[in-house]
């Protein structure tokens, strides 16, 4: 038996929240919590444990790493039973967590236990639908999460207009004080490197070749120091580890005001609740702006001499290059470097070119340059080639779900025939018993048919318990649980053009190799699917 324990931590949570432990204490507690109970029932012994942990997550939606993982391992056949501290744990959705509880889990066979709600899904064959208390428990779990959130919102704007840090983590020059956590102070390291950008800037030498010097002196990226400081939050471009200084880090760095000492909080709020890319940016007047929160590291006279300077050499947009059709932005990638790939216009055409080589002429993936229609028609040949397989599969379920009903049906009859003749030599041993009290036959003949129709009923009785375990194994390997994503991909057949939320929704991003070779790396699964 494999045993699935999912752990979920709220973001709300102060110690995860600010990166200064590796786990929280909730956590650790929920761990032992279901470590003990699994322990404690014999029914357990033997089984694998599995653990998927979601820490600092919002239960109000399922988009969520750990449960994610959860859930397709578990479409899979790889668990048999998932267990919880409770139902906000595994979700504060309450339409959502019901699905699971009265649909998904039982169709899969998953056996579903909520500890401290006494919640076991052996005790409700048909459902549990007719438990008031988990339904209420559900919702009032959601109703919960809603009003937090709202208080969350408030707190923050209160902490923000006394002055006092909201962000998880400190911009790159800065470090948290270890006297007060909502305050930040210049980081020895860092700090240095950002007032010499400035003034780097300032003397005349561009983005790039800022950037560029950084890394011939193996400067630490943001990225990499945010890492070393014990940060959790990922990135697009998280599994690159080694990443460089470009263009974007500088730029960055030089338009942020923060530097100049000033607090700048609540430029972008969520629209829906636990929904992280439902982030939306407020009007600048909403803006809460406090002047001298924290030690500045350039001055205001700096920064706007700076911004200035970046006015004047800033190169003209045109509307074609910064419109809508930039449908591949932050999904390209350099496969050898790891950095994404710049837009450029060359010889009349955009192209997708490596950045690396901006700053360093020798860099291998110099080679890394794909027009943008080229990648579009190998991207949309790529997406037909998907629905294709999609309909493929469903043909070999389609075989397999008729095979299935035809085993089924073969096994019923044969279990009605064996049911059919064990009732009848149940029959026959009370009339050989009964035979025996009347005298017409001796000891020795009742034992010998008694035992010859018990060796008979043993059979009968093997062969249904045989019989029943080999009709759930045949549907136990048919993989029905991929019905629904595969309607979704056969309607990929129809997509003729791309556009911006189109790539979005289907593609979590783009490798692009030397050669024009590209590796997709798609936003549905198709493990067990499509291979």
Request: aromatic share 8%; proline share 3%.
């Amino acid at each position: 038996m494999n045993v699935a324990k999912y752990i979920r931590l709220s973001s709300a949570d102060e110690g995860a929240r600010y990166g200064e432990k590796l786990e929280s204490d909730s956590v650790t507690h929920q761990r032992m919590l279901l470590d003990r109970y699994i322990s404690e029932r014999p029914e357990f012994d033997g089984s694998t444990v599995l653990e998927f942990l979601d820490d600092g997550r919002s239960g109000t939606n399922f988009d969520r790493p750990g449960v994610q993982a959860l859930l397709n391992a578990a479409k899979r056949r790889q668990i048999d039973c998932i267990i919880v501290k409770d139902f906000t744990r595994f979700g504060r959705t309450s339409l959502e967590v019901d699905n699971y509880l009265e649909q998904v889990f039982p169709f899969l066979g998953i056996r579903f236990i909520s500890v401290n709600d006494g919640y076991d899904s052996n005790n409700f064959p048909h459902g549990c639908a007719g438990d008031l208390g988990n339904g209420i428990r559900t919702l009032m779990g959601e109703m919960y999460s809603r009003d937090l959130s709202q208080k969350s919102k408030a707190a923050k704007r209160q902490y923000a207009q006394r002055g006092q840090i909201i962000s998880p983590y400190p911009i790159y020059g800065y470090i948290k004080s270890p006297v007060d956590k909502r305050t930040w102070i210049p980081d020895p390291d860092a700090a240095p490197i950002v007032r010499q950008i400035f003034e780097q800037l300032l003397g005349g030498m561009t983005m790039v070749g800022i950037a560029g010097e950084l890394n011939a002196r193996g400067v630490p990226t943001p990225s990499q120091l945010k890492r070393t400081h014990g940060s959790k939050r990922q990135l697009w471009n998280s599994e690159r580890m080694q990443n460089e200084w470009g263009r974007s880090t500088v730029d960055r760095i030089l338009r942020d005001e923060r530097y100049t000492g000033k607090l700048i909080a609540l430029k972008q709020t969520r629209t829906e609740v636990g929904n992280y890319k439902s982030m939306k940016s407020t009007p600048r007047e909403e803006w809460i702006v406090i002047p001298d929160a924290f030690e500045a590291l350039i001055t205001q006279q700096m920064f706007d001499q700076v911004r200035e300077s970046m006015q004047r050499n800033a190169r003209p947009r045109t509307a074609s290059a910064y419109k809508s059709d930039r449908i591949f932005v932050r999904r390209l990638k350099c496969a050898g470097c790891g950095l994404a790939l710049d837009r450029r216009k060359l010889a009349g055409e955009w192209h997708y070119v490596c950045g690396k080589r901006a700053w360093e002429k020798t860099a291998h993936c110099q080679a890394v340059r794909l027009s943008e229609s080229e990648l579009t028609q190998a991207v949309l040949a790529s997406i037909h080639l998907q629905a294709k397989l999609a309909k493929d599969v469903e043909r070999q379920l389609d075989r397999q779900e008729s095979g299935c009903r035809r085993t089924e049906n073969a096994m019923q009859k044969r279990q009605r025939h064996v049911q059919m003749k064990l009732a009848q030599l149940t029959e026959q041993k009370k009339d050989v018993y009964l035979r025996y009290d009347k005298g017409e036959l001796s000891w020795a003949e009742f034992d010998a048919e008694c035992k010859a129709l018990g060796r008979e009923i043993d059979n009968c009785q093997k062969e249904l318990s045989d019989s029943a375990k080999s009709s759930d194994s045949v549907w136990a390997t048919h993989t029905l649980c991929h019905r629904g994503q595969i309607s979704d991909l056969k309607e990929l057949e129809q997509i003729k053009t791309l556009d911006r939320e189109t790539v979005d929704r289907l593609i979590h991003s783009v490798k692009v190799y030397i050669g024009n070779r590209i590796e997709i790396i798609w936003n549905f699964n198709t493990d067990g699917l499509l291979n």
